[in-house]
């Protein structure tokens, strides 16, 4: 059984930065895409980065590129999210996500399992 844990979230200043970690178990993931996704109160889970876990290719929204960094640590099985220059709009929940398949893809509904979500707060 799949399993994603997210942990790293916490309160932070404007301009500071935070780093997320996503533990995977449950099965080989060469093959798969990990995602990263926010939820803010009353909005819809958006997009933040993903990497194909097998070839280490990355893809952005632009709302965090070049502030935002997703990586793999393959002997870990860990996804993490280097988020520096925060801001206050980048306050919500964030996910871990999985997807079978090796196309990365942006919309939530690609992708088969989701960690319980950590919370990141940024204050003006």
């Known amino acids: 059984q799949v399993q994603l844990v997210e942990s790293g979230g916490g309160l932070v200043q404007a301009g500071g930065s935070l780093r997320l970690s996503c533990a995977a178990s449950?099965?080989?993931?060469?093959?798969?895409?990990m995602g990263w996704f926010r939820q803010a109160p009353g909005k819809e889970r958006e997009f933040v980065a993903a990497?194909?876990?097998?070839?280490?290719?990355?893809y952005y929204a632009d709302p965090v590129k070049g502030r935002f960094t997703i990586s793999r640590d393959n002997a870990k099985n860990m996804v993490y999210l280097q988020m520096n220059s925060l801001k206050p709009e980048d306050t919500a929940v964030y996910y871990c996500?999985?997807?079978?398949?090796?196309?990365?893809?942006?919309?939530?509904?690609?992708?088969?399992?989701w960690g319980q979500g950590t919370q990141v707060t940024v204050s003006s």
């Open positions: 449950g099965r080989t993931f060469s093959s798969y895409v």
């Open positions: 990497i194909n876990w097998s070839t280490g290719n990355t």
């Open positions: 996500a999985a997807d079978r398949t090796s196309m990365i893809h942006t919309t939530y509904q690609n992708y088969d399992y």
